[in-house]
């Protein structure tokens, strides 16, 4: 099976927002609203949450399903380019189940994600579509004072 490679991301280019492991933006909104800043203001994005991606924290570990749902959503929407993991944590394993592989290598699109989002890159990878290990939301994204300037140089 070939690789296929997702159309890089541009300024103006919309992403989704998933939350696949820890509910980390529920938990912590302002961690969350300054990386979202960040990919707004300094990278030109559109930032679009998928329905879960801002969920409490337990609403998220009981709902591996509906995180899985969330990522076909990002994949079926026609507007959205690319795919950014709102935190690590130590829950995604549960959502690999509820995958469609078929449907990753159908909309290959950019994921974006680190951590415990390293299965969700599995995931792609069994799909045949490159992934992107790197930082999520709340991370680099949210860092005090700013982005670091080599990452973003990375990016």
């Known amino acids: 099976m070939r690789t296929l490679l997702p159309p890089a991301l541009r300024a103006g280019d919309t992403v989704a927002v998933v939350t696949p492991s820890w509910g980390g933006p529920g938990a912590m909104p302002h961690r969350y609203q300054a990386g979202r800043r960040q990919l707004e203001e300094r990278f030109g994005l559109v930032v679009r949450e998928m329905p879960h991606a801002l969920a409490e924290p337990a609403w998220i570990a009981e709902h591996p399903a509906a995180r899985a749902a969330d990522l076909h ?3 079926f929407d026609p507007e959205v380019r690319g795919i950014v993991t709102s935190i690590g944590g130590d829950d995604s394993i ?4 509820h995958l469609d592989l078929e449907l990753i ?5 950019v994921l974006l994600g680190f951590s415990d989002t390293t299965c969700i890159h599995m995931a792609w990878r069994r799909a045949g579509v490159m992934s992107y290990y790197g930082s999520s939301v ?3 994204f949210a860092e005090n004072g ?6 973003a140089r990375g990016l």
Request: proline letters at 14%; one cysteine or more.
């Open 73 to 75: 959503a990002a994949l």
């Open 94 to 97: 549960r959502v690999l189940p």
């Open 105 to 109: 290598r159908a909309h290959p699109k």
């Open 138 to 140: 709340m991370c680099a």
């Open 146 to 151: 700013g982005i670091d300037p080599y990452f």
